[in-house]
């Protein structure tokens, strides 16, 4: 498997981009819980080489409020459960969110509602795989790989509030 990865800018902050075997495997902010070792995303490549031009491309449109979906080849790669858990967070629509125990009763796992917890905050391609849909059971915002108050604007852009016009470095 070849990997390589690069940073794009973004109003969230730096955003660093993994690519396997021609597919993105990992979209990164800077201090992400989970995030791997630098040294295990491969060398450094220019922001312009496929898939992070694309990425870099859909990701702007999306900061922007023009994109809903994202069209791009994904590696996910972890346990068969994590990848059934991303799976589902795919299918949660752009302004919607669903709890914890929503997403396990709709991945046909009722009682599994800590283990999806699990599984979302290990989500390899934030963003793009939108684990920052899923809230807590009273609808709190609970834990996000790139923070509470990311997670709060990413939510709001999708709600049609405030831009994502300020970097949270």
């Given amino acids: 498997m070849t990997t390589t990865h690069t940073r794009i800018d973004s109003p969230y902050g730096p955003l660093t981009l993994v690519a396997a075997d021609g597919a993105l495997s990992g979209l990164y902010m800077t201090d992400q819980r989970h995030r791997p070792p630098e040294e295990t995303f491969g060398p450094r490549v220019p922001p312009d080489e496929e898939p992070f ?42 302004g919607e969110t669903r709890t914890y125990g929503e997403l396990a009763a709709e991945l046909g796992k009722p009682n599994a509602s800590r283990a999806v917890g699990l599984a979302n905050g290990k989500n390899p391609v934030g963003i793009v795989v939108p684990c920052h849909r899923v809230v807590g059971a009273n609808g709190s915002l609970t834990g996000y790989g790139g923070g509470i108050d990311c997670k709060r604007r990413l939510l709001d852009l999708e709600r049609g509030g405030p831009q994502a016009d300020q970097a949270l470095f």
């Fill in 53 to 94: 031009a694309e990425t870099a491309r859909q990701l702007t449109e999306y900061f922007a409020g023009e994109r809903h979906t994202f069209d791009l080849p994904l590696r996910l790669t972890g346990t068969p459960f994590q990848r059934h858990v991303w799976e589902g967070l795919l299918t949660i629509p752009y």
